[in-house]
DNA sequence: GGCGGACTTAACCCCTACGTCAAGGTTATA
DNA sequence: TATAACCTTGACGTAGGGGTTAAGTCCGCC
């Protein structure tokens, strides 16, 4: 939290993780970002931080095709692991850094359950599609000797 | 095309498809099902085709995550292929029939691209969250000991 | 042949995850 | 200080549906 970082504004942000600066302000909107600090006309500053959990939100976006909520869950987890890495200091207490470490856990069990099954069902359609390709080309082969005899017949 | 198919009724399609009546009456206002035949007092009813189009639309959806406007390009291609399969007389023209083939294996290839590239980001993710998973089971380790020994502190 | 319950119809608004202007304020550069 | 480039909030639009409802249809049973 030094006051040193570079800050960013919401334009290079947007650049750098590929999503519009609508979708920066739908995110903040919804919680999935926290209000990032402002300048004195109000413009938007964020962090590398921020970045970073961008593209978290993204990748689980694109791979596991989950809603913003179970996203926000997840990346919340990981928050509050990277506090308990951060802090390690027992002045929190133990009983209460264990229970947010176990719930922590759960979520990335979910988290590893929708991979695993996502990735069975993946490659069981990459196979499929792999024999159909075979299929196909071997379909084209067959009327590419039928063009041939056709055009055979015609001289 | 024969008249003696078993036909079904919306609710069953529903049913045996997992989607609702609703989804499959958008599906029909968005083109991705051809407008079923219909009973004398408008009830719609489905053959065994349609229900195999609903489960391929789904699994492209769940799986792949992409536009439904995508989708129906992909199904369309399978459409293609299937009429292909069934009307092996030549009469439609083999220069016609070539370039539907070859539209067809290009929608695959790119379907297939697609499944390729999510597949291995799958495997990354899979190996990063056993990672992870090691990590916590670790900590939680270590919290147990300091919990131990802060009983016996006490005691 | 007529009744009741199950089924279907179109129509309407609600939801998520943004896209797309519009009208105006801020910052940087000349 | 002017002007381009960047940002602000707000409002409305879109895709892919879900929920609900009033009204019409089908079908077995008496």
């Known amino acids: 939290m030094s006051e040193s970082e570079a800050y960013l504004q919401i334009g290079e942000v947007a650049e750098r993780t590929g999503v519009t600066q609508r979708t920066l302000r739908f995110y903040e909107e919804k919680g999935l970002l926290k209000p990032p600090s402002r300048m004195d006309g109000g413009f938007r500053l964020y962090s590398e931080d921020d970045v970073k959990r961008v593209k ?71 196979a499929q599609l792999e024999e159909r390709l075979k299929t196909f080309e071997r379909w084209r082969k067959e009327l590419e000797q039928l063009d041939e005899k056709a055009a055979v017949a015609l001289s």
Chains 1, 2 share one sequence.
């Open 56 to 126: 978290q939100i993204r990748r689980l976006q694109d791979l596991l095709g989950i809603s913003l909520a179970d996203i926000k869950d997840m990346v919340d987890a990981g928050e509050i692991l990277r506090e308990l890495k951060a802090q390690y200091r027992p002045e929190a207490g133990i009983a209460e850094k264990k229970r947010q470490l176990e719930r922590a856990i759960e979520v990335v069990h979910a988290q590893y359950a929708i991979v695993k099954q996502k990735t069975e069902q993946m490659a069981e359609m990459k």
